[in-house]
């Protein structure tokens, strides 16, 4: 398959990271079905491409959704080579703070629509004996923060359920990636952050992680807390697209490898405690 040749399904494409993979995807030449929850996001990148790109409509959450708009998807352009779980977004709250709504919402978006897509596309790609799956993860899905554990727990079980995946699915030729990203300026910490409701008692934590115990916080003075701009990891996951090689775990993002290193450090050191554990130097 050549390169040029290929085509995208992405979620949660109407802005951001989606948004970015998309346009790139597009400007390399392939072609993209883009899906959002507001369709009119995408109006423009798709007057832009008339020819290669079709915007859907889609939430992740409704499962029934996801199965016939991959059907429509794969019908738009006879296949689909790269699938993107992007859709997601951030919880602020400790573990205490959390309700039951809060935290089922968070795994309804970040793990179980990633798995609904995942399954709808796994008929096509396997009786094409081709196909590659890419799970937006964070560097939150191998460490974890303070106030953001649900968060962190969807993209580690994105990540767990990811790797069983590529292995099982490896025998019909088609690939995995667990994308690990860094910190990019998105509305990720800002407009899209859910918020819990804080209790007094978190207000210590609040402050010295944030310098602020205020939740929801207010971004409005900057866009982000970083300037990465997404479209480096667009560019970066379509080179990794490419490769027939990459790793399972792609890191994206210059902050991304020295917290991958930290959280995996922490790891380590914690069973080091357990005499039996060795590690090799
Ligand atoms: N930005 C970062 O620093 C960073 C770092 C690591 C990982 N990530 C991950 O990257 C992914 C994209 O985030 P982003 O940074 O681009 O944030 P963003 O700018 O807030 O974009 C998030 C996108 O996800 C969509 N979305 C949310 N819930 C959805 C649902 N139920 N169904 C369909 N679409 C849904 C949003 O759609 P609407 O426009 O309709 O709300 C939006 O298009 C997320 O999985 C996030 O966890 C981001």
Do not use: C
């Not at 794969?74 to 809060?102: H, S």
């Amino acid at each position: 398959m050549t390169y040029a040749g290929r085509v995208w399904m992405i979620t949660g494409a109407g802005r951001g990271l989606g948004h970015a993979f998309a346009r790139a995807a597009l400007e390399a030449g392939d072609r993209v079905v883009a899906t959002a929850r507001r369709p009119d996001a995408l109006g423009e990148l798709a007057a832009a491409h008339p020819e290669r790109a079709v915007v859907l409509p889609l939430d992740v959450t409704d499962r029934s959704a996801v199965f016939s708009t991959i059907e429509r998807a794969n019908a738009a352009f006879g296949r689909l080579d790269v699938v993107v779980n992007n859709a997601g977004y951030g919880l602020l709250g400790a573990i205490e703070e959390l309700t039951e709504a809060e935290a089922r919402a968070q795994l309804e978006t970040n793990v179980f629509g990633a798995l609904w897509v995942t399954q709808a596309v796994l008929p096509h790609m396997r009786a094409r004996r081709s196909g590659h799956i890419v799970q937006v993860s964070s560097v939150g899905g191998v460490g974890s923060m303070p106030t953001f554990g649900l968060y962190n727990a969807s993209k580690w079980a994105l990540e767990g359920f990811s790797e069983a995946l590529a292995a099982e699915v490896a025998p019909f030729g088609v690939r995995v990636t667990i994308a690990e990203l860094g910190g990019f300026a998105t509305d990720w910490a800002w407009r899209s952050m859910r918020f819990a409701t804080s209790l007094p008692a978190y207000d210590g934590l609040r402050e010295s992680l944030f310098g602020s115990a205020r939740v929801p916080w207010d971004m409005s003075h900057q866009a982000s807390d970083t300037s990465a701009d997404p479209a480096e990891a667009a560019s970066a996951l379509v080179a990794h697209v490419r490769r027939d090689d990459g790793p399972l775990r792609l890191l994206i993002g210059d902050d991304a490898p020295e917290h991958v290193r930290m959280a995996l450090e922490r790891r380590r050191d914690d069973y080091r405690r357990d005499g039996r554990f060795r590690w090799p130097v």
